[in-house]
């Protein structure tokens, strides 16, 4: 379980809290959603959680034990994280880059092992990227590196999966294939832990939604508590709606 | 590695061996193929001068463009992973204009060529940590483009430092010596820093063997590679010190070479990809090859030796021009 207690950030170069002293808590298994307004602090969270950022006030703690006592290599047992959009280096095959992700297993002179390769096989398999693992990152359009950026996250074999924004720059297709995948690793019993601008996302993996605003949780609950007209307007605006005229119900704008 | 890159390192092994014997052959004083091997498979006294010739003045020389060409290629190629930027050169944190201060420095008090080397290490070693001070003071969390600001910085600081001891230098003596040295040269080359680059080259090309599959994940930048389990910074410290070990010592026993360290990391990146299990080992194969022929052409082309940054510059450019039109139809073919 993650308990976040008294959490708050600031940035170096401002004057405000990006988060403000925040008290909630994640259970292990569960699919939980950051919702909420551009700058409301929801990819600060995500970063302190994937422990990329520190210098924070209060704590994060995995089963009760504070995330910052934990070396690097012992939280990416726990911890595996997928960035917004990929900006690191693109030339490397698919094949290697996923293989990158069983770096915390070896030690410092090693590389992967024969059957470390054979798991990247099967993963590739289970994505349906199998056709990729030959090509460039930088080859790839963005809902393949996006569902290739994932399965390198989930060789990493951790508990909880840490996700910016996965959905961000990607087609409807690509959209749902990955909320897809997402839902099938749920089934797994991994804790799924992602941002979105779309609470039809929240909806559609049946989560536990943390809406944010100003750097504060404002309600916290599952997605078909949280997810309505009335409690989205105090964050979004008096412009949300649901939308009933298809043969399923969405949240959208007048 | 796969079938197709020991092709490559061992046709570069090979290549390199030649490029060595050669080397040891070929100079003012020019030598058969029968007579080479002579005097170094038989202690036959008639072959005395050819065998100084090449024990002390060729063998040392050629060792040491060896470990310069190593040196430079791979430390170009670890800061263009690190700072996941082709364009840095070994240079990026200011070590060669650090060292150029230190061995003007050391001409200018009339010092020993001993004196001048560790003048010039210690100022190219000192350099890269004012830079690493100076990128701390901005305390800006894009670590690696502070830090190749603060390298400009620091280097633009020490370029100005240079100009100002050429400007004190006689310039009928020691600004002289500093324009030459500048221009690097392995005319002096002794075997005594061959004793000194060996044991720092040896360690330096085991550990980044050792550690060349992690130098891929460090290379796709801080969040994943720590997200991954490795610790960036760390990590990160590690390879720049070693990167700049082996430029500052390369510079301070053979003066400032440019080009190498951006060139050859390009021509084996277009060989065999990105994949650093590849490319350190035949950055090592091919640096030291291209920095011999550089050496020889240097010796032999004229009566006087021509400066080592003249010539790598030349085939430097020109091998970058064609290195770029390549890769530009590379491009232009996988985008249609």
């Not at chain 1, 990152?137 to 060789?155: D, F, N, P, R, W």
């Amino acid at each position: 379980m993650i308990t976040i207690k008294d959490l708050s950030f600031r940035y170096d170069r401002t004057n405000h809290d990006v988060l403000n002293n925040l008290n909630f808590e994640i259970f292990p298994g569960t699919v939980n959603v950051l919702l909420g307004l551009n700058g409301c602090g929801k990819t600060t969270l995500i970063k302190l959680l994937a422990g990329l950022l520190d210098n924070n006030r209060g704590d994060i703690q995995y089963d009760s034990r504070s995330i910052r006592e934990l070396p690097i290599k012992e939280r990416s047992k726990v911890f595996a994280y997928v960035a917004q959009i990929r900006s690191g280096n693109d030339e490397f095959l698919v094949k290697d880059y996923l293989a990158y992700g069983f770096v915390n297993t070896l030690k410092f002179y090693e590389s992967p092992k024969k059957e470390q390769l054979e798991q990247v096989d099967a993963i590739a398999k289970r994505f349906n990227i199998e056709h990729l693992l030959g090509k460039e990152l930088g080859q790839l359009s963005g809902g393949e590196k996006q569902i290739v950026t994932i399965a390198s996250a989930i060789i990493q074999n951790t508990p909880i999966v840490i996700l910016d924004e996965p959905t961000s720059a990607l087609d409807l297709k690509n959209q749902n294939l990955v909320l897809s995948i997402l839902k099938d690793i749920a089934k797994e019993g991994k804790t799924i832990i992602m941002s979105s601008h779309n609470p039809n996302h929240a909806l559609f993996l049946n989560a536990n939604v943390l809406l944010m605003n100003d750097g504060e949780i404002k309600k916290i609950g599952n997605a078909k508590e949280i997810i309505k007209v009335n409690i989205l307007k105090e964050v979004y605006g008096d412009a949300i709606c649901l939308s009933k005229d298809l043969s399923y119900e969405e949240i959208s704008f007048n | 590695m796969n079938k197709k890159t020991a092709i490559y390192l061992s046709c570069s092994l090979g290549i390199f061996a030649i490029v060595f014997c050669v080397a040891l052959m070929v100079g003012r004083y020019p030598m058969a193929l029968s007579d080479f091997f002579k005097c170094i498979f038989s202690s036959d006294s008639a072959y005395n001068t050819q065998r100084s010739i090449i024990l002390n003045l060729r063998l040392p020389r050629t060792l040491m463009a060896c470990f310069a060409g190593i040196g430079l290629s791979v430390s170009g190629l670890l800061y263009q992973e690190i700072f996941q930027n082709k364009l840095t050169s070994p240079d990026l944190l200011g070590v060669s204009s650090g060292a150029s201060v230190g061995a003007a420095i050391a001409i200018l008090l009339g010092l020993s060529s001993v004196f001048i080397s560790v003048f010039a290490f210690v100022m190219g070693v000192a350099t890269v940590m004012i830079t690493m001070i100076v990128a701390r003071l901005f305390k800006n969390n894009n670590s690696s483009v502070t830090l190749i600001l603060a390298g400009i910085i620091v280097g633009g600081f020490m370029s100005a430092m240079l100009s100002l001891v050429k400007y004190f230098a006689d310039p009928t003596t020691t600004l002289a010596s500093i324009t030459y040295w500048l221009m690097g040269s392995f005319q002096n080359a002794k075997m005594t820093e061959v004793y000194i680059m060996f044991p720092v080259m040896l360690a330096s090309c085991i550990a980044l063997l050792l550690m060349s599959w992690r130098i891929n994940i460090i290379a796709l930048g801080r969040e994943e590679a720590q997200t991954k389990g490795l610790n960036y910074k760390a990590y990160r410290i590690s390879i720049i010190a070693i990167a700049t070990l082996l430029t500052a010592l390369s510079v301070a026993f053979c003066g400032t070479i440019s080009w190498i360290g951006l060139v050859v990391p390009h021509i084996v990146r277009l060989i065999v990809g990105r994949d650093t299990r590849k490319t350190i080992p035949l950055c090592m194969t091919f640096g030291a090859t291209f920095m011999i022929l550089v050496d020889i052409f240097s010796r032999t082309f004229t009566d006087a030796e021509i400066p080592l940054s003249a010539i790598t510059g030349l085939f430097g450019t020109i091998i970058f021009v064609i290195i770029l039109v390549y890769r530009r139809k590379e491009v232009y073919n996988d985008n249609n």
